[in-house]
């Protein structure tokens, strides 16, 4: 079984940063494409970015110029450096992992930006 988790998350103000880390009990090389995700309150989860095994990336037009992705293949471990936050940012971040056949997810982590 494939584990995920997260962490990094928490409560910053409008133009603060927050680096977000997912750390996976497999090798991410295994995987085609490694994804963050987001839910606010009464929306639906939607992709914020995503990098491929070879290193193509990704990002929703929202976050675009504010928020990178990035893999550490040696520790296992994706990130979501994201930069110039706005209220509407705020949600519950989810990391995934993609291999074809299965798809993992992460418990989540909260990101609270405040006006």
């Known amino acids: 079984q494939v584990q995920l988790v997260e962490s990094g998350g928490g409560l910053v103000q409008a133009g603060g940063s927050l680096r977000l880390s997912c750390a996976v009990s497999?090798?991410?090389?295994?995987?085609?494409?490694m994804g963050w995700y987001r839910q606010a309150p009464g929306k639906q989860r939607e992709l914020v970015a995503v990098?491929?095994?070879?290193?193509?990336?990704n990002a929703a037009d929202s976050v675009k110029g504010r928020f990178t992705i990035s893999r550490d293949n040696a520790k296992n471990t994706v990130y979501l450096q994201m930069n110039s936050l706005k209220p509407e940012d705020t949600a519950v971040y989810y990391c995934?992992?993609?291999?074809?056949?299965?798809?993992?997810w992460g418990q989540g982590t909260q990101v609270t930006v405040s006006s």
């Open positions: 497999r090798s991410i090389f295994r995987f085609n494409a």
């Open positions: 990098i491929t095994s070879g290193g193509s990336t």
């Open positions: 995934n992992a993609d291999s074809r056949l299965s798809n993992y």
